[in-house]
């Protein structure tokens, strides 16, 4: 999606911008599932969550500044979505875990 974005700062910066959140979800569940304690789990998971409503929000603001067509963007947002999901259920789960 990024490399077909038109020529432009605002392109190369929201770009720029969406390849750092969307490419830190992954980092940061590959750090959960290597972490050492259930505590270092939880907290790489959230930032995993955190990443993912920020890639979500890069590509709301490149459909709003028409950098892209929402048509061409749904499928990832809905794909975006899931992510929030599934993610927001597992800190859920492991919030609760903590507490109980």
């Given at each position: 999606m990024v490399n077909?974005?038109?020529?432009g700062i605002a392109s190369y910066e929201l770009g720029k911008q969406i390849i750092r959140s969307s490419t830190s979800i992954n980092s940061n569940i590959v750090q959960a599932r290597a972490g050492t304690s259930k505590a270092d789990f939880a907290q790489h998971?959230?930032?995993a969550l955190k990443e993912a409503v920020e890639t979500k929000r890069w590509m709301?603001?490149?459909i709003a500044v028409n950098l892209i067509p929402a048509k061409r963007a749904a499928a990832l947002l809905q794909e975006?979505?899931?992510i929030i999901k599934i993610l927001t259920t597992i800190v859920k789960k492991v919030?609760?875990?903590?507490k109980g």
């Open positions: 077909q974005l038109p020529k998971m959230c930032i709301e603001m490149m975006n979505l899931e919030k609760n875990k903590q």
